[in-house]
């Protein structure tokens, strides 16, 4: 039983120039699915899971070619390091007292401790001892 209904041809034609111009290969997998192919078909050619597929399908039913796309890559927060330099050499130049320690030695947890709550951040204390010279 194929997946999809026959597409007109301006379509198909539309969704091979989309595959031919992308370099996301599971972009190109996702739109390969109006070739009219069984769900077992595609699992077998694309090695992709049966629910995958499925799911593609509801998304190209809900929303067209354009949810195919695949999203952004998602990954680490990226770091002021700049801003944190800065306040770390400032909070250098004071002594520990000045800046609120019991102590009169600095640490890199009290200086983690006092740069998150500054910036509103979650710096770990190993971070700010890899910057310092």
């Known amino acids: 039983m194929p997946i999809m209904p026959p597409l007109p041809r301006p379509q198909r034609?539309?969704?091979?120039?989309?595959?031919?111009a992308t370099r996301d290969k599971g972009h190109a997998r996702r739109?390969?699915?109006h070739e009219g192919r069984s769900?077992?078909?595609?699992?077998?050619?694309?090695?992709?899971a049966r629910s995958t597929i499925g799911r593609w399908?509801?998304?190209y039913r809900?929303?067209?070619?354009?949810?195919?796309?695949?999203?952004?890559?998602?990954?680490?927060?990226?770091?002021?390091?700049a801003k944190l330099v800065t306040l770390l050499v400032l909070l250098m130049q004071f002594s520990p007292q000045d800046v609120g320690y019991q102590h009169s030695?600095?640490?890199?947890?009290?200086?983690?401790?006092k740069i998150n709550k500054l910036m509103g951040l979650n710096v770990a204390a190993s971070t700010l001892r890899r910057w310092l010279p």
């Not at 034609?13 to 031919?20: C, E, G, L, V």
């Open 39 to 48: 769900i077992a078909d595609v699992h077998h050619l694309f090695v992709a």
């Open 13 to 20: 034609r539309h969704i091979h120039k989309i595959i031919h």
């Open 57 to 59: 399908l509801r998304w």
């Open 105 to 113: 030695r600095r640490c890199t947890e009290l200086l983690a401790i």
């Open 31 to 33: 739109l390969m699915l």
């Open 62 to 81: 809900d929303e067209g070619i354009d949810a195919l796309e695949a999203l952004p890559a998602g990954g680490a927060p990226v770091l002021p390091i």
